[in-house]
């Protein structure tokens, strides 16, 4: 199981990025995936979820409206856009494979003027 996270970087407040994650050596349209970050210091928290068929996606209450989780199995990706950033979304943010305990390498995301 590989996950491999990209599209992070440095981005003013108010922005938007769009965070991929490519998935490979597992059955990708049958796994519910997810997206988590970690702050300096902090612990690491669930930003959005998605089932396997791109239904029931949820957030918690700090990104939403603002972050939409999204995939496309036919290219075996799940993807985080992050619109109307704050400083406070500055994290390193993974990509996560619950049924196979799989985490990705994480991609920086700094929000800041």
């Known amino acids: 199981v590989q996950l491999v996270e990209s599209g992070g970087g440095l981005v003013q407040p108010g922005g938007s990025l769009r965070l991929s994650c490519a998935a490979s050596?597992?059955?990708?349209?049958?796994?519910?995936m997810s997206w988590y970050r970690q702050a300096p210091g902090k612990e690491r928290e669930l930003v959005a979820g998605?089932?396997?068929?791109?239904?029931?996606?949820n957030y918690p209450g700090s990104v939403k409206g603002r972050f939409t989780i999204s995939r496309d199995n036919a290219k075996n990706t799940v993807y985080l856009q992050m619109n109307s950033l704050k400083p406070e979304d500055t994290a390193v943010y993974y990509c996560?494979?619950?049924?196979?305990?799989?985490w990705g390498q994480g991609t920086q995301v700094t929000v800041s003027s």
């Open positions: 996560y494979a619950r049924r196979f305990g799989a």
């Open positions: 050596g597992f059955t990708f349209s049958s796994a519910p």
């Open positions: 998605i089932g396997s068929g791109g239904g029931s996606a």
